[in-house]
């Protein structure tokens, strides 16, 4: 019997939140490498979820991703965090041009009655991956980022939740009338990811 | 010639001594006369008599010889007639051993053709076969077949019963499956809506739309951008500190070349604001006038007032708990008995409502608001008709 139990893949909330942080780290520097927001250079190889993946090495940029993926681990960790967005805004004019939208469903028992979920890691990284694989690809229908271009993190959170130093409330920063992708979910059993992609509907491309 | 009568040992049996006399030959009369002497001739006509009677009884015995001789012949005939019958009867036989043996061989086919078709039906139905006889065995056979045959058909008059039956289900189950496709269609066409909506409401999520009731968004302070600007705009505030410094010095310069010219810059501007503190008490003198007239104007009015209409009128403004500003009108008929018969009433953007005191709660003037104010909808019919009862009241007291 302990030995049918100790093959089991237990998880906990604590190891899907850190789950699912890791994903938004590694996630966030895909996106910034496939659209180009930092130069090619300044980015690194290395290997994950069955994949060669990039990681940024500007040390600005490096903080910044791992206070956020620290920060959104605590909230996962709650409850509390709905959604992450990842904005990529014009340098220039400020003007949105692309949502990253992470939603996050979190259930509620494991929460409450800190309960833990049967799945196996290995499942959960091939969904990652699957994802991954989107994310690059993605650069193939989203519209070309002609301008320097920089990046902000938004989190939608729980109205309990007390605001933490490096944050402040904002707007959500949303584009009018964008066009929306959809990319595949992942879902530990605890949190349940969706990723969505929306990004400046481009007339131009529309009439041709 | 001499016929010797040989009797059968029957008839012998059956003989008297007469008969056994009369056999006597005739050598032997002598001997008789020698020994009866005295009744020889009656006994001669007896013997002749008797000899008659032999005779004659011979002569039957010879006829009966005949007869018997015939129905031995006949017997003979009858003999060679049963052997022949016999003969034939064997042949007979050895034909129904034949047959019998054709027979029995049509029986161990036959047996074999039922085994087989046992075999079958026992395949098909389950049926037993009686085991016995052959042909018992076959009309058995038959009769369970035909039994089986009027099952069969009962069988068939019921399926076709069932067939007729489940025909009308089939029309029905088609009917119901035709309402059935409606409803999926119907069913389909709301799913398509409901799925419209739910891309609406995805595409509505996708955009980043939220409750705030629930949700607040938070930014990640990012300083990524800015640091780099940062740097260049401090260069440019301090360049531009520098450039600000120097013209300072510059202006420094040049006002200790011409302190006279600010000592006049400085009288100017003095003069200037006398004339402006000139200027403010006549204009506060002016709004006390106005204050003061307009309060007379007033006061004529109130009092006019009063005079026409019977009521003096206090008017004050106050603000209600929830921040709205109303203006209050306070109302007592000069006809009034005490101090305590006031009306009060809310102005607000352009409504005038009672406001309900210790005495319009009277249960007489309550009377009067529900019918003048509430069902009517007459203030003014309500504070005239007071105030003839107040005047009837006092004139009549």
């Known amino acids: 019997m302990a030995s049918r139990t100790a093959s089991k893949d237990i998880i906990t909330l604590r190891g899907s939140a850190a789950i699912v942080s890791e994903y938004f780290g590694y996630a966030s520097n895909s996106i910034l ?5 930092y130069p090619e250079e300044s980015f690194k190889k290395v290997k994950k979820y069955g994949l060669t993946m990039l990681l940024t090495e500007d040390e600005g940029v490096k903080t910044f991703i791992s206070n956020l993926t620290a920060q959104l681990a605590e909230w996962l960790e709650t409850g509390k965090l709905q959604r992450v967005v990842l904005v990529i805004m014009s340098k220039a004019s400020g003007e949105v041009l692309e949502r990253w939208n992470f939603s996050i469903e979190t259930d509620s028992e494991v929460v409450e009655k800190g309960v833990s979920r049967e799945k196996s890691d290995k499942e959960i990284m091939r969904e990652i991956q699957a994802i991954m694989r989107q994310i690059a690809s993605s650069i193939t229908y989203l519209p070309c980022l002609e301008e320097p271009c920089v990046f902000d993190v938004l989190a939608y959170t729980d109205t309990d939740v007390a605001v933490p130093f490096t944050w402040i409330e904002s707007d959500p920063k949303l584009i009018a009338n964008p066009q929306m992708v959809k990319l595949h979910s992942f879902d530990t059993k605890i949190h349940k990811v969706d990723t969505l992609v929306s990004y400046k509907n481009d007339d131009e491309w529309d009439e041709s | 010639m001499k016929i010797i009568f040989i009797p059968l040992l029957s008839d012998v049996l059956r003989w008297k001594l007469d008969d056994f006399l009369a056999l006597l030959p005739f050598q032997l009369i002598g001997i008789q006369e020698f020994l009866f002497p005295s009744l020889q001739t009656r006994e001669v006509l007896d013997s002749m008599t008797k000899v008659g009677e032999i005779q004659a009884r011979l002569k039957q015995m010879e006829v009966a010889l005949d ?22 009867s064997k042949s007979e036989i050895k034909r129904i051993e034949l047959k019998l043996a054709s027979v029995m061989e049509e029986r161990d086919r036959l047996k074999n053709v039922i085994e ?22 076959l009309e058995a056979s038959l009769a369970k077949k035909e039994n089986c045959i009027k099952e069969l058909e009962s069988y068939l008059s019921e399926q076709k019963e069932v067939n007729i039956r489940q025909l009308n289900e089939i029309k029905f189950l088609n009917e119901k499956l035709n309402n059935e496709a409606r409803r999926i269609k119907s069913l389909e066409r709301e799913g398509d809506g409901l799925r419209s909506q739910i891309a609406l409401m995805e595409s509505k999520l996708g955009h980043g739309d939220y409750s705030s009731a629930n949700t607040k968004v938070l930014r990640m302070v990012n300083t990524l951008g800015v640091e780099n600007e940062a740097k260049q705009t401090i260069e440019a505030l301090q360049k531009e500190l520098q450039k600000t410094k120097e013209q300072l010095l510059a202006v420094q310069e040049l ?3 011409s302190a006279d ?25 002016r709004e006390e006038r106005y204050k003061t007239v307009f309060a007379d104007r007033i006061s004529v009015f109130r009092r006019a007032c009063c005079e026409l209409f019977g009521y003096k009128i206090v008017m004050d403004d106050h603000q209600r708990p929830d921040g709205i500003a109303v203006t209050r009108f306070m109302l007592q008929s000069i006809y009034a008995l005490s101090d305590d018969e006031k009306l009060e009433f809310e102005y607000e953007s352009g409504n005038t409502n009672i406001v309900t005191n210790k005495y319009t709660s009277q249960p007489e003037i309550s009377q009067q608001v529900d019918i003048f104010i509430r069902r009517m909808n007459s203030i003014p019919a309500f504070t005239a008709n007071l105030t003839v009862e107040s005047f009837n009241k006092r004139t009549l007291s």
């Open chain 1, 33 to 37: 490498y496939n659209r180009g927001v």
């Open chain 2, 67 to 88: 007869a018997a001789e015939l129905e031995k012949r006949e017997a003979d005939n009858e003999a060679v007639l049963a052997k022949e019958k016999a003969e034939s």
């Open chain 2, 116 to 137: 087989a078709f046992r075999k079958q039906k026992s395949v098909e139905s389950g049926h037993e076969v009686v085991s016995g006889a052959v042909l018992q065995e």
């Open chain 2, 255 to 257: 006002k200790e070349q």
């Open chain 2, 261 to 285: 010219a600010g000592a006049m810059v400085d009288s100017y501007i003095s003069g200037k604001i006398m004339k402006l503190k000139e200027q403010i008490a006549t204009l506060e003198k």
